[in-house]
């Protein structure tokens, strides 16, 4: 795939939806970053349920850590891992306070440091929180960046590296969004929906979904 169809399929993206985010519900970086963290292997919905409830008793280290981690794992309970994401959750608040003054810090070190915070979590907070063109690759945009040929790897990281390298500048800060939502909404893992697709023009997958006869 040339520059010119990547620059394309991102103009078409921008087109439908010009300022994407996440779907994750959150007023403050510190409830970014505790959402980010208990969706791994959980849907957005469910932990938009479950911050729903924590964040008006307890929305910032200090907080969480008063609750402490038996019940903090009570109120997260809906979610998958929540004994461990719990578990995690108190020592990142821990750490936040004793070397961040409490803050999220900007820095991708300092955030791969936090219990529970990896590669993927530290791209969404850098990119999500504080505007640096970061892409988070998740099972959506490692599936779309395959499929269509925008970048394709055989790990997230490969995934991750190329897109960084191939995605026009002026798209870059905001190609992580286009993509999760295009893969979780239109590129489904199942069915992908490629009459419907408003890239579909300039995808390359080899076994597009017909039209309805």
Known sequence: M????????????????????????????????????????????????????????????????????????????TIGLYNSKARNLIRTCRILIERHGGEVPRDRAALEALPGVGRKTANVILNTAFGEPTIAVDTHVFRVANRTGLARGRTPAEVERRLTRLTPEPFRRNAHHWLILHGRYVCTARRPRCPQCPIEPWCEYREKTPAPA
């Open 2 to 77: 040339n520059r010119a169809t990547r620059e394309q399929i991102f103009a078409r993206l921008r087109a439908g939806n010009p300022e994407p985010t996440t779907e994750l519900r959150y007023g403050s970086t510190f409830e970014l970053l505790v959402a980010v963290v208990l969706s791994a292997q959980a849907t957005d919905r469910s932990v938009n349920a479950a911050t729903a409830k924590l964040f008006p008793v307890a929305n910032t280290p200090q907080a969480i850590l008063c609750l402490g981690e038996k019940g903090l794992a009570h109120r997260i309970r």
